[in-house]
Structures are given as structure tokens and as C-alpha cells.
């Protein structure tokens, strides 16, 4: 494949750009592979692509129900950080903000990582101790993160209103180095990166049946045929449980929508990422100029991909009094995702009862943040059984009370 460059640019201006290749290919199924992922979104093109350049497994099919990246990958908000309390969190969430920086450069496609920096409000007393104590624990990650005064906040974020009269600003949790990047070009650099190696990613390939025999995985039925592997990596997000019961068993998980908005474009005027844990609300401004505002999950189960009036008013209501100017602008467009969630809010990632099966979900309302750190262990748990970046999330952490809570951290939408 082609390398992208600015000579290669110059090359195809010179030529009507008629040389360009196509950035995958689309390859009919073959009857066997040594691994099957199920889920073309982030995640598992991260875990294809890393089984690949760490491991040289290249004999890899990730089968798409629908097209590359149109789940909760092309859905989501673009919020970049780690800012994690528990160690096993902050560690995988680290692992993830370090190679997104890198990432262009290791995939040859602009994914637009931007580190502008992350602001979690402090808007209650309860919320100043508990960043003064997340931040003390990043310390001794290795995680560089501090806890900054309202002054502080106002000179990094001039258009916010710090005496809002119901939840003034105290202060905040800055992380310099986290940011944003380009969600559609992340999954389409690394669906680029394992066609280049030979990967075969195959879309509108609905995933019917999981077949297993002698309690170890054989394969699986799809809308194209039956499709043998060694080993079958699960990565469908909001759809992990009903995957999960075609294998057989059972995962603690949740599913339930998560919405967000973006206004009509306008010229700049905030440069990082804000985000409002106590009316649920967070903001920051696209490169087109939207202001790209999320909130809370709904409070009931649900598969809906489509917004609702109901978050509209709730969302926008509660950033109206700590960012006033948005009560200026009209809504662009409204959608949804479905996100799983689990008892604790953390991911899980690990081996299932079936041998052979792999299963990474859970993530959340945090997995667009994730996707890197969360497919360089997943791939490492696959091809050697055990990492350390995932030893920690495994579904044995349920049966022994053992939870990875991250409820104040991962428990809104951000």
C-alpha cells in the first residue's frame, strides 16, 4: 500500500489524482482464519492491528454487522484522557493517551489528535475532595494531572461563568495532555494498517451464530456463511450481551443510550475540553467550530441510536448557567449510541467459559478514550493468554467481589 505523504499528494494533484488506491480492501470471507473479531468499530481494529505489528498474527477477519466504524465509534465525542482513580484504570487509560499521540505517525493517517487539555469541574465541596484526592493518585501513576483554582480555570477558559448561582466553580482537574482526536479517522487508519498487512475486514457481515464443540470455540455462522477460527475476539459494545448468549453465557453488563448534540458552527472561542460532572453536561469546539456538547446516559435500558427532546432540554439546561452563550445558539444535530455498562464502571476484558473466546466490553460512556491501550492489551491477552494491562478486568472480578469502582470517574457521559 501507498504510503500517504505530501509528495504523494503533490504526485495525484499532478495527475487528476487518479492514482489514489482504495484505503481497504473488501475481500470475500475465507473458509478459516486463526482469529475471528467480532466488531469493526475502534477497539477491535485496535486489537487486529496490534495482534499484527506485536505479534505477526496477520491471518485476522473483523466481521462488521454494518459498515467500519458506524457504532459508538462514529458516535461518540472524541474526549481523550486519564485521569483514572484506580490503578488498573489509569494505567490502560495512560497506555491509550500515549499512543494516540503517536498515532499518525505509527498508522501514516491523520487521525487529528489534538492535546488541548481536559477540565473536569469542581462544582460542590464533595467533588473538590474527591479531584484532590484523584489527583494525588495520578501523581503516583505516573499520570500528570493537577488540581487548579477557579482564577485558574477562568484564564484557561475565559467564556465560562465561574458565580453560576446554583453550582459556582471551585476549582477543577486539569489534564494537560489530554485533548480530542478524530473519531472516523481513528477506525479508518487502523482498518487501513491491517488491509496493509493482509487483515481481511469484512462489512455487512452479520455475525447469526457462535459454534462451539467440546467447549472450545470452532467458528461462527453469519449472513455470508459459516467461518471457522482458533479463537474468536467479542468487541460489539452495546450488542456484548446478546453476542455473549450465541457463545452461551451470560456477562453483567447494561445497555443503555447515550446522547449528544452539536450547534452551528462559530468562530473560535474555547480551546479545550470542559466537562461538568455535577449537572452532567460537558463541552468543547470542534475544528468546524460546533460546540460539541454530551450528557447522561438515559435512565432506563435501551437499544435507541436516536435523541430525544427530553436530553436536549436537560443537557443544554444545565450548561446554559456555567457557559451562558450557549443559550445563543441552535442545535445543529442530535444523536445516540448505545453504550454498555457494567456494575463497577469498569471494562471487561478477558477470557470467557468458552475456550478460545475472548470478550472486551463494558466500556461505558469512556471508550473512544480507550481504544489504543484497550487494543495493545486485548491483543496481548489473546495471542499469549495473559497482560498486564488487562489482568485486572477480567469477568472472575465479579464472582470475587473484587470491583474496579469508577463510578465518580466513569459514571456520566464523557
Known amino acids: 500500500m501507498k504510503r500517504y505523504s505530501a509528495f504523494a499528494i503533490a504526485r495525484e494533484a499532478l495527475r487528476n489524482h487518479m492514482g489514489w488506491e482504495r484505503a481497504w480492501a473488501s475481500p470475500e470471507p475465507k473458509k478459516k482464519y486463526d482469529v475471528i473479531i467480532i466488531g469493526a468499530g475502534g477497539h477491535g481494529l485496535a486489537t487486529a492491528y496490534y495482534l499484527g505489528k506485536n505479534f505477526g498474527i496477520t491471518n485476522v477477519a473483523v466481521l462488521e454487522k454494518g459498515w467500519l466504524g458506524g457504532g459508538n465509534t462514529g ?18 487509560y495512560e497506555k491509550a493517551r500515549s499512543l494516540y499521540e503517536t498515532m499518525s505517525q505509527d498508522l501514516n493517517y491523520n487521525v487529528m489528535f489534538s492535546p488541548r487539555g481536559v477540565i473536569m469541574l469542581a462544582q460542590t465541596e464533595h467533588e473538590v475532595r474527591g479531584y484532590k484526592r484523584t489527583a494525588q493518585a495520578n501523581a503516583l501513576q505516573g499520570v500528570t494531572t493537577e488540581f487548579i483554582s477557579p482564577k485558574r480555570v477562568k484564564e484557561i477558559v475565559p467564556i465560562i ?9 471551585l476549582g477543577g ?3 494537560a495532555r489530554g485533548g480530542t482526536a478524530r473519531h472516523d479517522a481513528v477506525a479508518w487508519g487502523y482498518a487501513r494498517a491491517c488491509s496493509d498487512m493482509g487483515m481481511h475486514i469484512i462489512q455487512k457481515c452479520e455475525v447469526t451464530g457462535i459454534r462451539s464443540e467440546g467447549g472450545k470455540v470452532k467458528g461462527v455462522t453469519t449472513r455470508r456463511g459459516d467461518i471457522d477460527c482458533d479463537k474468536l475476539g467479542m468487541v460489539v459494545a452495546g450488542n456484548a450481551g446478546h453476542v455473549a448468549g450465541m457463545a452461551g453465557f451470560r456477562i453483567p453488563v447494561e445497555s443503555v443510550a447515550l446522547q449528544a448534540l452539536v450547534s452551528e458552527p462559530i468562530k473560535p472561542c474555547m480551546d479545550c475540553v470542559v466537562m461538568a460532572n455535577t449537572v452532567h453536561g460537558y463541552m468543547s469546539q470542534s475544528d468546524k467550530g460546533e460546540m460539541v456538547i454530551g450528557g447522561g446516559t438515559d435512565g432506563f435500558n435501551n437499544y435507541t441510536q436516536r435523541g430525544s427532546f427530553h436530553h436536549i432540554e436537560e443537557t443544554v439546561r444545565a450548561l446554559i448557567e456555567t457557559f451562558p452563550m450557549v443559550a445563543r445558539l441552535k442545535m445543529l444535530r442530535q444523536w445516540g449510541g448505545i453504550v454498555d455498562v457494567t456494575g463497577d ?11 478460545g473466546i475472548f470478550i472486551n466490553c463494558g466500556w461505558g460512556t469512556g471508550g473512544f478514550k480507550a481504544i489504543p491501550g484497550s487494543g495493545w492489551g ?5 495471542a499469549k493468554g495473559h497482560s498486564p494491562l488487562t489482568e485486572a478486568f477480567g469477568l472472575n472480578r465479579f464472582y470475587e467481589g473484587r470491583f474496579i469502582d469508577e463510578s465518580v470517574a466513569a459514571g456520566v457521559a464523557h
Request: no cysteine.
Open 378 to 382: 486485548f491483543a496481548e491477552l489473546m
Open 173 to 175: 482537574l486539569w489534564q
Open 345 to 355: 464502571r469498569s471494562p471487561i476484558i478477558g477470557t470467557t467459559p468458552v475456550d
Open 75 to 92: 458516535r461518540n465525542t472524541t474526549i481523550i484522557r486519564s485521569n483514572y482513580l484506580q490503578d488498573p484504570s489509569a494505567a490502560i
Open 161 to 169: 461563568n465561574l458565580d453560576g448561582p446554583r453550582y459556582p466553580v
